[in-house]
């Protein structure tokens, strides 16, 4: 079983779609040779459009950070999964930013994993426990609680097209990331082995699944060494191109082949 690597930097609220595009343009040039790891960009919806268009034709691909479930309606400052056909190949669900200043909830993302889905979208779904929860011993039960409510009524063959992201809101954006060890164990108990009894093993074996933060081209090559560890999802590093680009090289040069 191989599962192809997997990049992906989350600008989050950060550069304009001016800064965006000149910003992939010159990342798409410093990646291109890795092509044994899918690497993407999540810029703001507003940067959508510019980004996809200056990607066009390569192997940089595009996340969107978020999307509503519903095709289209009255639902003020939203952006449907429909919407993004064409412009993005991924959309980031259950962000917990957005758990935490949204609102959302493992209902909502579920709905809006379907809804990706359905409009041939690859959803990343991302999970993790807060600190509280961490020093309580809660991670496995919690994480594994978000896993399956999330996944709830997706077929194992539409898992083909999800990925998971294991981020605890402890190391995001914060400057400490769980060690590699930690993030591996968690991720097979409370992700990897779930997949195991929600659907069967093929899915468990062959889902991807990443870490998210605090990864930096200084700790990527230790949790891409991890057995459960199939990328990283990026926030602060993948600001800079310089960083991007060695995370990709990271990848492809520990589980590139
Ligand atoms: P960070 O963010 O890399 O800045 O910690 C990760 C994320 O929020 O996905």
Same mark, same amino acid.
């Given at each position: ?42 810029? $703001?919806?507003?940067?959508? %459009? ?7 034709g390569t192997q940089l691909l595009v996340a969107a950070q978020n999307a509503h479930w519903k095709v289209g309606g009255a639902f003020t400052g939203q952006v449907s999964a429909t919407m993004l056909r064409g412009l993005a190949q991924f959309v980031? #669900? ?5 758990? !935490?200043?949204?609102?959302? $909830?493992? !209902? ?9 889905? !359905? ?19 809660? $991670? ?5 609680? /978000? ?21 605890? #809101?402890?190391?995001?954006? $914060?400057?400490?990331?769980? %060690? ?26 062959? %889902?991807?699944? /990443? ?35 060695? #995370?990709?090289?990271? !990848? ?6």
């Amino acid at each position: 079983m191989h599962r192809k690597p997997i990049v992906v930097g989350n600008w989050k609220m950060n550069k304009s779609p001016r800064e965006a595009i000149d910003f992939v343009k010159q990342l798409e040039a410093r990646v291109r040779e890795f092509d044994s790891v899918d690497k993407a960009v999540a810029p $703001t919806s507003l940067a959508l %459009t510019g980004v996809s268009d200056a990607l066009q034709g390569t192997q940089l691909l595009v996340a969107a950070q978020n999307a509503h479930w519903k095709v289209g309606g009255a639902f003020t400052g939203q952006v449907s999964a429909t919407m993004l056909r064409g412009l993005a190949q991924f959309v980031i #669900l259950g962000h917990s930013e957005v758990r !935490a200043y949204l609102a959302e $909830t493992d !209902a909502n993302v579920n709905r809006k994993a379907k809804a990706a889905l !359905a409009a041939g979208l690859q959803p990343i779904i991302a999970v993790g426990e807060s600190l509280a929860q961490n020093e309580a011993g809660e $991670t496995i039960d919690f994480v594994r609680g /978000q896993v399956s409510a999330a996944l709830a009524g997706i077929s194992a063959a539409d898992m083909a097209r999800v990925v998971i992201a294991y981020e605890p #809101l402890w190391a995001i954006g $914060t400057g400490k990331s769980a %060690t590699s060890e930690q993030a591996d164990g968690i991720i097979g108990a409370a992700v990897r082995e779930p997949l195991r009894e929600l659907y069967n093993d093929s899915v468990a074996d062959n %889902t991807r699944i /990443q870490y998210g933060g605090s990864v930096k081209p200084g700790n990527m090559a230790e949790f891409m060494a991890q057995p459960n560890i199939d990328g990283a999802l990026v926030g602060g590093a993948s600001l800079h191109v310089d960083d991007f680009a060695a #995370l990709v090289e990271i !990848a492809a040069r520990v589980k590139g082949s």
